[in-house]
């Protein structure tokens, strides 16, 4: 975990990809 902020960034990526498609 020597970079939280990256996961947390990548996290944030996938769900905002997800409610896209959910969206689309």
Request: glycine share 0%; net charge positive; hydrophobic share 50%.
């Amino acid at each position: 975990m020597a970079k939280p902020k990256k996961n947390t960034q990548a996290w944030a990526i996938t769900y905002a990809d997800m409610v896209t498609l959910l969206l689309t």
